[in-house]
C-alpha cells in the first residue's frame, strides 16, 4: 500500500496570497460562533467559517443547509447584474446568510459580519453540506459580499486579525483548562 | 438674367418688402442653381428689381439695403385697392424699420447666415482660425451649426408666402424651398477651398466646425412648448429644451393655424447678424498597431508572455498630423526598443478602425498556449497526470473570478481547454501546457477558484493543486500583419 505524501505547502496558499483573514468571535453572543472574513485586495469579501467554529469540530454531522431565512427571503433568490451588481440584497453586520441543522438537533446560524451587497452564495455546500467541513476556507465558504466602495477601508473596523483571534483562542482553550482544573480540584476535596 | 418665372413674382414682392435677403428669396422661388447663389446680394438685389419692373433698364437704381424704393410700394397699394385679404397678408410681415446710412438689415429669416456670414471676409476668418490650429490635412468637412429659431422663422415664412400663393391658386410646399444650409454650404465650400488650398469632401477625417448663435432672437421658440409639450421634456443634460431636433418635430406636429396664431404675428427683423459662438478644428482618431512584449499588458503582471507577442492597437485623438510613413514608423519603433528594456515592440503599422474591430473580434474565436507549474498537495507519478493528455476540448463553466469580479458582471462562462500536454518533475510538481480558447481562466482551472471553475486541475486529480508560474506561450492571432525586417 503506497503511503501518500501530502505536502504541506512551502509557499502561500492562493487563499493567504491574495487575501487577508479577518474575524468575528462569539458572533451575535452566541459562544464560539467565529467567522473567518477573507477579504480580498480588490476589496470583495468572501463570508467562511473560523476553525474554531461548532460545526467544524468533530463530530458534527449536517443534517440540513438552507439559504431560506425568513418566509420572505431566500438568499438563493439573490440577483445581481452589471458590473456595478446592482439587484444584490444588501446586509448588516447581523444579517442572516444561512441556516444549518445538525443531526444531534442543534441549529446554527451563519452571519454576514460585515457592511456589503452580497453577490452569491456557495450552492455546492446545498448538494454536499460535508464540502463546508471539509473546505471552509476554499469549497465550503458561504457567501461572497461586495462592500460598497466608500466603506471599503472601513470593513474591517468592527473585526480582528489573526493574531487576536489567535489569542482569543488561546485564552479560551486556558479558561477552559482552569475550569476542568478547578473542579478537578474541588472534586479531590469534597 | 435670374431663372425665375411669373408665378413667383408675388414672393419676390412680398419678401423683398419684408426684408428679406435676396439670397432667401431665391430660396423661396426653388431657384436650384449653385452658381446664382454664389452672386453678391447687391448684384442680386438689382436683379430682382429687374425683374420685378419687366425688364432691364425701366427702375430707377435702387440701392441694396435702402429701404425698398417707393415705386414698387405703390405698385403693391394699387394692386392691394380691390383685394384686401392681400393687404392684410402683407400687412403680417413686418414693412417698417428704415436703417440709417449704408447699413444693411439683417435678413429676418436667415439672420445673416446668408449675408455677410458666407462671404470671403468672414470665410477668411474661419481660414484664420483653421491656420492658428496648426493639422496637417488634405481636405476637410465643413459642419456648421445654426440656431434652432431659423426653423421657426423659415416656417413662419413659409406659411404666410403658402398663404399668399394660395390665393393666386399656387401651391407651394416646405420641400419646394432650398434648405438654408445647403446653399450656405454651396456658397462657402469653393470659397473655403480657395483660401486653405484643399477641396471639401464629406468623408474628409478633418472637421472644421462652426456654432452660430443669435440671442436677441432665442425666444422665437418659446410659444413652441406651450403648444407642443411633449417634444420640450427637460433632460439633465441639455442646457436647453430648445434643440433643433426638438424644435423640427414640434415644427412637424403642430398645425398650420395653430402656428400661425401663437406665433408673433410680426417677423421682428433682427437688429443684427447671427454670432459666432465657436468655430473649432478636430480630426478623427487614427490608429496604429504592433506587435509587444512586455511584463503587463492584459495577461496579469505575474505571467510572462513569450513567443511572438502581444498584439496592440493605439488610438491617437484628434491628431494634428494624420500620416505617418512606414519609415518614420520604423525609426519610431527602433527607437522604442532602444530607449527600455522593459518592453520591445515589432510590427509598428498605420491600421483603420475596421482593422481593430476585427481585431477585437478575433480575439473571441482565437487560442492561447500557456505552460504552467504546478504543484500537487498530494504525492503524484507519472500515471496520475497522463489522463490530462487525453482530454479533447474540455469544457469548463467558470464564474467571475473573484479576483476580478469587482470590475467585471457575475456571470458564468464556458470556455473550452482544447488539449494539454504533461512533463512530470516530481512528486508534488509537474508542468502543465495547455491551449485554450480565448478568455479562459487559466489561474482558476488550476486551482478552482473557490469550487467556481468547474471542473477545475483539482477535481481532475482530486486533490487541492495550486499554480507556482504561469507563461503565455503564444497567441495565435494573425494580426497586426507581419512587416518585413
Known sequence: MEVEEAQAQTYP?????????????????????????????????????????????????????????SANCSRLQNKVSGKSKRGGQFLTELAPLCRILCSDGEEYTIYSCIRGRLLEVNENILQDPRLLQRKPSTEGYVAVVLPKFEESKSITQGLINQEQYQDIISSRHKTT???AGNTDLQESQS | MLPLKEKDRRVVQMLLSARCCPRCILRFCSVGIQATYRLSCKELFTELHKFLNGDEDKSKEVEYGQPPCKKMRLQDSEKNDSDSEQNGAVKLLSNECVLPGD?????????GILQDLCEMDFVKKVCGEVDSAGYHFNNLVFSVSLPPQLLVREHATWLLVKQEVGQLGNILMKDDILQLKEVYKWITHPLLSEELGVPVDGKSLFEVS????????????????????????????????????????????????????????QLEPPKRSCVVQEIQC???????????????????????????????????????????????????????????????????????????????????????????LIWTEKAITKNDIDFLQDLQDLKLDQKTPLRVLHRRPLAVRTRVIHSMRVEYIDLHH??????????????????????????????????????????????????PPKLDE
Open chain 2, 282 to 372: 478636430s480630426h478623427n482618431s487614427i490608429y496604429v498597431a504592433g506587435l509587444n512584449f512586455s511584463s503587463s499588458g492584459r495577461e496579469d503582471v505575474d505571467v510572462r508572455a513569450l513567443g511572438n507577442g502581444r498584439p496592440f492597437a493605439i488610438e491617437l485623438l484628434n491628431p494634428r498630423r494624420a500620416s505617418f510613413p512606414p519609415k518614420e514608423l520604423k525609426e519610431l519603433q527602433q527607437k522604442i526598443n532602444s530607449s527600455t528594456d522593459k518592453i520591445q515592440v515589432r510590427d509598428l503599422q498605420m491600421v483603420t478602425r475596421e482593422a481593430i474591430v476585427h481585431m477585437k473580434e478575433g480575439e473571441e474565436e482565437k487560442t492561447k498556449s500557456y505552460s504552467a
Open chain 1, 13 to 69: 496558499s492562493m487563499v493567504d496570497r491574495y487575501f487577508r483573514r479577518w474575524y468575528k468571535t462569539d458572533v451575535k453572543g452566541k459562544p464560539c460562533e467565529d467567522h473567518c472574513i477573507l477579504h480580498h485586495s480588490n476589496r470583495i469579501c468572501v463570508i467562511t467559517l473560523a476553525e474554531s467554529h461548532p460545526l467544524l469540530q468533530s463530530g458534527k454531522e449536517i443534517k440540513n443547509i438552507s439559504y431560506q431565512i
Open chain 1, 177 to 179: 483548562a482552569e475550569v
Open chain 2, 430 to 479: 509537474f508542468r502543465l501546457y495547455l491551449k485554450t480558447q480565448a478568455g479562459t481562466y487559466v489561474k482558476e482551472f488550476v486551482h478552482g477558484d473557490f469550487g467556481r471553475t468547474k471542473p477545475n486541475l483539482g477535481t481532475l486529480l482530486n486533490m487541492t493543486t495550486d499554480i507556482l508560474e504561469l507563461d503565455v506561450e503564444s497567441v495565435d492571432v494573425d494580426w
Open chain 2, 103 to 111: 447699413e444693411v438689415q439683417t435678413c429676418s429669416v436667415c439672420l
Open chain 2, 210 to 265: 462652426v456654432v452660430f448663435a443669435h440671442p436677441e432672437t432665442d425666444g422665437d421658440c418659446h410659444f413652441l412648448a406651450t403648444a407642443c409639450r411633449e417634444c420640450f421634456r427637460p433632460t439633465k443634460n441639455k442646457q436647453s429644451v430648445f434643440t433643433r431636433m426638438a424644435v423640427m418635430k414640434a415644427l412637424e406636429k403642430i398645425k398650420d393655424g395653430d402656428f400661425l396664431q401663437q406665433f408673433p404675428h
